[in-house]
């Protein structure tokens, strides 16, 4: 009997520091053969070139998918989705995986979800079950009814599949993947980051305390997101701290964030801030590890930010509901609401690391999990017990460490 395939769709520079290490215990597992698609906004210069990212590390997809509409607006998101859903199609005809596997919530794993189940090819999902109150928890939960096996990073998150209706016997408590990357930073010297990448800014000295910003459009509110933006500049400039900014994702509302950033640049050309495009996913985990502070509306603040101890004020409603460590703070739209926010965490300093996303062994569960699993595309509706306290599958998963 042959390797079993594992196709694995990356579409973002999140989707890639999100599943790196799952790749790799794929590409080192003598049971399992890597399918690597990369495409969307990954394979885009100015999201980031993620490709070339993808590449440097050692992985060579066996196909790349264009499939991003241009012009950031809901309309063009979902016609994205149905781009993908087309191109994929004919990817998964043409490799035959034996599963399908996609990451968390965003249009992109929507459209690999669609056209994998559609397919006959057992799915499996990544960050499923978890809450955060916008349009990305929609998809997560329509993702997860299309999936076949499940890889939640946290017990709540596990817990909440089973009351979907998915079966226990296929939720498997691992961990985020993201974790990995965030144990293996605590680990390691880091070099000077400022000098390995290009971006455009004033000169940032790496011995001195820095903050790092990424504040993403949110769907629902992505008429909203030039002045949102706008605040969030105004106090963060106010701190007068060092500052690294990542460009936006490509979700509706992306050009509004990005025009309000180059605006900025314009007229603030002496601020201490410097702007980037895109880290590896390691050098990410470096960098908001030895920061003072992360801010904005990434996820990446409050899942490997808990990890790493790092104190992060969330801005806004795009991460609304999601579990938070006691490295979290959260604050509106509002210049000065960010800004005493933002000081009150950089007095504060490190936080315990909490392990609340998993303990940096997630992506290596993942693929032994999926080198004996035998997976039945044939669902149905898993109905809990009438005595939920006393069902042993809900009490595992809830009380069950990654």
Not at 127 to 155: N, W, Y
Not at 328 to 338: G, K, L, N, R
Not at 370 to 393: C, S, T, W
Request: glycine share 8%; proline share 5%; net charge neutral.
């Amino acid at each position: 009997m042959g390797k079993k395939k594992i196709c694995v769709v990356v579409n973002s520079r999140a989707n890639y520091g999100r599943i790196k290490s799952f790749l790799t215990a794929v590409k080192q597992h003598p049971d399992l053969e890597l399918q690597l698609i990369v495409g969307a906004s990954a394979m885009l210069y100015r999201f980031g070139s993620v490709i070339d990212t993808i590449r440097k590390d050692g992985f060579e997809p066996v196909s790349v998918v264009y499939s991003i509409v241009e012009g950031e607006t809901t309309s063009t998101m979902a016609k994205s989705t149905g781009l993908g859903i087309l191109e994929l199609a004919t990817q998964f005809e043409n490799l035959k995986p034996d599963v399908v596997l996609t990451v968390a919530d965003r249009f992109e794993t929507l459209a690999t979800a669609v056209a994998a189940s559609y397919m006959n090819i057992p799915v499996a999902h990544t960050q499923g079950g978890e809450l955060t109150g916008s349009i990305d928890e929609s998809v997560r939960h329509a993702i997860t009814k299309l999936s076949h096996i499940h890889f939640p990073a946290t017990p709540r998150a596990a817990a909440i599949l089973e009351q979907m209706g998915e079966n226990p016997e296929n939720i498997f408590l691992t961990g985020c993947p993201a974790m990995d990357l965030a144990e293996e930073a605590c680990r390691q010297d880091c070099e000077n980051l400022f000098k390995k990448y290009g971006g455009t800014g004033r000169h940032l000295n790496w011995d001195e305390p820095f903050l790092v910003v990424l504040q993403h459009p949110v769907t629902t509110e992505y008429n909203k997101a030039f002045e949102q933006t706008r605040q969030t500049l105004e106090a963060i400039k106010s701190t007068g701290m060092q500052t690294v900014w990542f460009w936006p994702n490509v979700d509706a509302g992306s050009d509004a964030v990005s025009k309000a950033l180059r605006m900025f640049i314009s007229k603030n050309g002496n601020a201490p801030f410097h702007f980037y495009r895109n880290f590896s996913p390691e050098d990410y985990v470096r960098l908001i590890y030895r920061c003072a502070c992360i801010v904005g509306n990434s996820s990446s603040g409050i899942r490997e930010g808990s990890y790493l101890g790092t104190p992060c004020v969330n801005i806004g409603l795009r991460q609304n509901q999601r579990e938070r460590a006691e490295n979290v703070v959260d604050v509106e739209h509002d210049e000065t609401a960010i800004y005493k926010a933002v000081m009150n965490q950089v007095n504060h300093g490190p936080y315990p690391s909490s392990p609340l996303y998993g303990d940096g062994r997630a992506g290596e569960k993942m693929a032994d999990i999926l080198a004996r699993q035998l997976i039945d595309v044939h669902k149905k509706f898993y109905v809990m017990p009438e005595n939920q306290g006393k069902n042993p599958h809900t009490q595992r998963l809830r009380g069950m460490k990654p």
